[in-house]
């Protein structure tokens, strides 16, 4: 019995983890603001309370490819917002900018996906998409 409410503990504390990472994660830098003035990228530093190596890493063109015990650099997630009302569009994974970072791409008329680097963070809307002129 003891052992069985070691695991529920266990995964629950998992389960808590995933959640107050990117919840009680605080803004670092100032905000990159597309060029339209349209929508914002903020960067976060996840709130780990244990060593950087005991979280898995997954790479940005496979979700599935998870590595444990690596040496992170620099972890942080990124949040799309509309910078006209606030509100959230996306969000990404939390992955080691200095393995996948660069520099934000706010996407085309095309192709209206945001990334930053090989991190994909999420769609700016149609109406700022559409008054693009590239």
Known sequence: MIVFGL????????????????????PYGDADISPDRCTRV???RPYWLLPNSFHPQF???DPQDRSWFISW?????FRLYDNRNGQLLGE??????????APVSWGSRDCA?????LIQIGHIPRDCARNRPY
Do not use: C, N
């Open 42 to 44: 903020q960067a976060f």
């Open 92 to 101: 990404s994974r939390i992955y080691d900018l200095t393995a996948y970072g």
């Open 59 to 61: 790479h940005p063109d």
């Open 73 to 77: 650099g620099g972890p942080a997630f």
């Open 113 to 117: 996906l945001v990334m930053v680097g």
């Open 7 to 26: 695991l529920v503990f266990y995964i629950g504390l998992w389960a808590a983890s995933q959640w107050w990472e990117k919840a009680l994660a605080i």
